[in-house]
C-alpha cells in the first residue's frame, strides 16, 4: 500500500515527460524511490501584494466617491445661489437701488463659486460639461458685475458716494468751526442768563499795610462821584482780623497799583467798622458797626456817618463765613443797587438776602434761603441772584448755590474759581465793569465774570 501511495503521489507530482525515476528496496523489503520536483513554487508574495494594493484603491475610490458627493452637494447649493445671483443681477440691471455693499457682496459670493469650481475640475482630472458650463456662467455673471459698477448708468453709487462726501465735510466742518463770537454783555446789563463762567485770577497789588494784614476789602464804586471818572477803595482790618479803622480811595487804578496819590479817610471812634463785609457803594462806605447789629453808613465826600439797625441780625462772629471772622453782615451791590446778606438768630444760620433802600438806608424787602452761611467761603448778588461760594481743593472755589430773588427759586450748580491763596477775606461783585474784586490773603485781586448769552429767540420775545 505504501509503494503504492509514493508511485501515485509520484505520478501526480512529476509532469507527463517521460522523467524516469529510479528506486530501492531496503533490509526490511520496503521500496525507496527519491523524486526531484522542478523549481516552481508557488507565488505566495505576489497574491499578498495583490491583495494590499487592491485594499488601497478601494479606499482611494471611497474616498473620491465622498468627496464627489460633496462636491454634488456644493453644486447644488452653489447653483441655488447662481439663481439667486442671477434673480438679483437682473434687477440691478433694470434700474432698483442699489449700493456699494450689494457689489461688494456679490463679487465674495462670486469668488467662492470661482474656488470651487477650480478646486472640482482640478479634482476630476478632466473636462465636465456640468462644470464647464457653471464655470462659464459663473465668469459671465462676474463680467456682468463689474461692467455694471464701473458704469452705473443711473450714476447711483456716484451720486451717494458724493452726498457722503459732502456730509464728511459738513461734519469736519462743523466739529472744527469756531464758535460764534457774540457781543459781550453790556455792562450794568441782566440781559444774559446768569454766570456762565469765572475768569483766571489776576492779582493787582498787595494791600497798602504789608503781607500781615490778611484780612479786609476792596473793590470799585460802581457810581463814582460826577468829578471822578474811577474810584477804588482799600480797606485792610487792623491785625486782630477784626476792627476797621481807616481805609484809602484812589482814583484811577493806576495809582493803587503805584501806591501814589492816595485818599486816607478815618472812621470816627464810634463808627469803626468791623469784619470785612463792606462795600463802597454811590460814594459811600457801607459796613457793620462795631459790637453791634447796626448798619453803617459813611459818606467819604463829608465824612458824615449813618446808623440802622439790622432788626433780629446775629453779629460778633455768630454766623459768619466759613475761615473769614466777624463777617456777620456782608454787603453786596449788583445791578439794582445795594443789598444786604446775614442770619437772623432765629434762622440758625441760614442766610437772608436784604434789599436796601439807599435814600432812607432801610431794607425794604427781604427773602429767606436755605444757605447755611457758615458753610460758605462768601457769596455775592448778580441781578437779583445770590451766588454762593465754597472750597472744593486749596486753589480753587466752587460757585455752588444761587437763590434768585426775582422767582425765589433756589438752584445748585458748579462754577469753578481759582485762588492765588488758600482764603478768600471779601468777594465784591462790580456791576459797571463785570468783575469780582477779591481780598485774598492781603491781596487784591480781579476776576472777569462770564454770562450766559440768551438765546436769539429768548432775546426777541424778551424785547
Known amino acids: 500500500m505504501k ?39 508557488f507565488p505566495v508574495e505576489k497574491v499578498e501584494y ?89 465668469t459671465n455673471i462676474s463680467r456682468t458685475v463689474n461692467e455694471l459698477e464701473s458704469f452705473d448708468k443711473q450714476n447711483v453709487l456716484a451720486f451717494r458716494k458724493e452726498v457722503a462726501r459732502l456730509r464728511k465735510q459738513l461734519a469736519d466742518c462743523e466739529k472744527n468751526r469756531a464758535p460764534p463770537t457774540l457781543p459781550p454783555i453790556e455792562k450794568g446789563s441782566c440781559n444774559h442768563n446768569g454766570l456762565r463762567q469765572i475768569g483766571d485770577p489776576t492779582i493787582i497789588q498787595r494791600n497798602y ?21 474811577e474810584l477804588y477803595w482799600v480797606a485792610p482790618l487792623n491785625l486782630d482780623k477784626r476792627i476797621l479803622s481807616s481805609f484809602r480811595v484812589y482814583n484811577s487804578l ?16 464810634s463808627y469803626r467798622a468791623q469784619g470785612s463785609g ?7 462806605l457801607y459796613y457793620n458797626c462795631y459790637n453791634s447789629r447796626n448798619m453803617c453808613k459813611y459818606n467819604i465826600q463829608t465824612g458824615r456817618v ?17 475761615g473769614v471772622t466777624y463777617q456777620d453782615i456782608d454787603f453786596a451791590v449788583d445791578e439794582s443797587g445795594l443789598w444786604v446778606i446775614y442770619c ?32 460758605a467761603t462768601n457769596s455775592f448778588i448778580i441781578c437779583g441772584v445770590l451766588y454762593a461760594i465754597r472750597p472744593v481743593q486749596p486753589k480753587i472755589e466752587e460757585v455752588f448755590y444761587t437763590f434768585d430773588t426775582r422767582t425765589g427759586e433756589e438752584n445748585q450748580i458748579s462754577v469753578k474759581m481759582g485762588k492765588v491763596s ?15 474784586y477779591v481780598y485774598s490773603d492781603g491781596y487784591l485781586v480781579t476776576y472777569d465774570v462770564i454770562f450766559e448769552h440768551k438765546s436769539p429767540m429768548t432775546s426777541t420775545i424778551a424785547n
Open 50 to 138: 495583490l491583495e494590499i494594493t487592491s485594499e488601497k484603491l478601494r479606499i482611494s475610490m471611497e474616498q473620491e466617491i465622498n468627496k464627489v458627493r460633496q462636491y454634488s452637494r456644493a453644486v447644488s447649493v452653489h447653483s441655488s445661489k447662481l439663481v439667486n445671483l442671477t434673480l438679483r443681477l437682473e434687477k440691478m440691471e433694470t434700474g432698483h437701488g442699489y449700493t456699494q455693499l450689494d457689489f461688494e457682496l456679490l463679487k465674495l459670493e462670486i469668488q467662492d463659486l470661482e474656488t470651487l469650481t477650480s478646486q472640482l475640475k482640478l479634482s476630476l482630472n478632466g473636462s465636465n460639461s456640468i462644470i464647464d458650463r457653471l464655470y462659464v456662467e459663473i
Open 278 to 284: 463792606m462795600v463802597l457803594y454811590n460814594n459811600s
Open 422 to 436: 488758600e482764603k478768600l477775606g471779601s468777594v465784591n461783585y462790580n456791576p459797571a465793569d463785570h468783575k469780582l
Open 209 to 229: 499795610n504789608g503781607d500781615r494784614y490778611k484780612y479786609g476789602g476792596w473793590g470799585k464804586d460802581s457810581i463814582p462821584p460826577p468829578n471822578k471818572k
Open 3 to 41: 509503494m503504492l501511495f509514493l508511485l501515485l503521489i509520484a505520478a501526480t507530482v512529476l509532469p507527463s515527460s517521460g522523467i524516469n525515476v529510479n528506486g530501492s528496496i531496503n533490509n526490511e523489503g520496503v521500496c525507496l524511490c527519491s523524486v526531484v520536483l522542478p523549481d516552481a513554487p
Open 254 to 269: 493806576n495809582n493803587l497799583q503805584l501806591y501814589t496819590n492816595p485818599i486816607t479817610r478815618s472812621l470816627p471812634g
Open 344 to 375: 437772623p438768630e432765629a434762622n440758625a444760620g441760614n442766610a437772608v438776602i436784604g434789599k436796601i433802600n439807599e435814600a432812607t438806608f432801610t431794607v425794604e424787602k427781604t427773602w429767606v434761603t436755605r444757605l447755611y452761611k457758615p458753610g
Open 306 to 322: 449813618r446808623r440802622q439797625t439790622l432788626s433780629g441780625a446775629a453779629y460778633n462772629d455768630r454766623y459768619s463765613y466759613a
